[in-house]
């Protein structure tokens, strides 16, 4: 890595995910195993880190990013979700059982893994701006709205708490928003 010529943003940004994949490394237990459980894996906040590691080395155009990743979790410490170092193998292992999938889910919603954005009503930094402006800054709706040019895939933005659904049926007398307007 240090032979490349990265800009400064992407050398903090490349260290700061290091950094996260360092805290969030190791045995995650998913809460419907009990204690004690073999069933290790991965957390949510590793995977997306090591997807933008690998979107980043990516773009670097040199080569399989996967080498990259293994040699810099492997110069920084990180284990694996069983404790192994991460060689090649076990990097490949993490990518098609993990990263793959979620990279194509994000390619096909053409959404940043864990990129935040700043909200320009509240300042806010927040992962989805659309999601945040209808339901923290409703007031603002309609122009964010035309003014983006959002296409909702064929969801209904509920009125009252600014949820996007696919049915509206039932949503009524679930809505918190709806019911304390009725209480009022």
């Excluded at 490349?4 to 050398?11: A, D, G, V, W």
């Excluded at 190791?26 to 195993?33: D, F, V």
């Excluded at 909200?119 to 209808?134: F, G, N």
Aim: aromatic share 10%.
């Amino acid at each position: 890595m240090e032979e490349m010529m990265i800009s400064k943003e992407k050398s903090t940004r490349i260290k700061s995910l290091i950094a996260e994949c360092k805290l969030t490394q190791g045995a995650y237990l998913e809460s419907h195993h009990g204690s004690g459980s073999w069933a290790t894996t991965y957390s949510n906040e590793f995977i997306n880190s090591a997807c933008e590691l690998y979107l980043l080395y990516k773009s670097f155009g040199l080569g399989d990013p996967l080498i990259f990743l293994s040699r810099q979790f492997c110069s920084a410490g990180i284990r694996s979700c069983r404790g192994a170092e991460f060689d090649i193998a076990r990097l490949e292992y993490l990518y098609s059982t993990h990263m793959r999938h979620r990279l194509d889910e994000l390619e096909k919603k053409n959404v940043p893994i864990c990129s935040k954005v700043t909200c320009l009503y509240c300042l806010k930094k927040v992962v989805d701006l659309t999601q945040h402006i209808s339901q923290a800054h409703p007031e603002f709706w309609e122009e964010y709205f035309t003014q983006n040019n959002i296409d909702l895939k064929g969801k209904t933005r509920c009125l009252s708490c600014g949820s996007f659904l696919k049915r509206t049926e039932g949503h009524q007398e679930k809505c918190l928003r709806t019911l304390e307007k009725r209480n009022e």
